[in-house]
């Protein structure tokens, strides 16, 4: 594996966005794991170009099923976290999670949620954006 070098040729100090990314997934689980959620999938993907993924699919104490990205922003200037979960993200999470419902036998309630990370903390967003 090739490590990336920074300013002349010393290793680079800062993590991969993929690492970031995965630390913030690992807070964010165990954030809703805390809360009575149990995890179903991680990483869910719909296969081909162009599908979506989902960082989390989680089910409630009740039954519901709940589709959660995971976002960390370090900066807060261009909006926060869920800020960034735009039309077209929201568009992809829900196509994805029709593909994950596909293989169910009934359809489950189900919630679209965002769990952000900032410098303040975890913020949980219930019910962040509908399916329509």
Known sequence: MQSR???????SAQPSSKKIGDAAED????????RGLRLLTRNY??????????DLVMR???????FVEVRKRLNPRHGGA?????????????RAAQHYLLALPRLPPCRFEV???????????????DAG
């Open 5 to 11: 070098k920074g300013f002349l040729g010393a290793p």
């Open 27 to 34: 807070e964010a689980l165990q954030y809703l794991q805390e």
């Open 45 to 54: 993907r719909t296969p081909g170009r162009g599908g979506g993924e989902i």
């Open 60 to 66: 409630c104490p009740d039954g519901t099923l709940v």
């Open 82 to 94: 869920a800020a960034s979960v735009g039309w077209v993200k929201q568009k992809r999470i829900v």
């Open 115 to 129: 769990v952000e990370m900032d410098n303040e903390g975890v913020h949980w967003l219930p019910g962040a954006f």
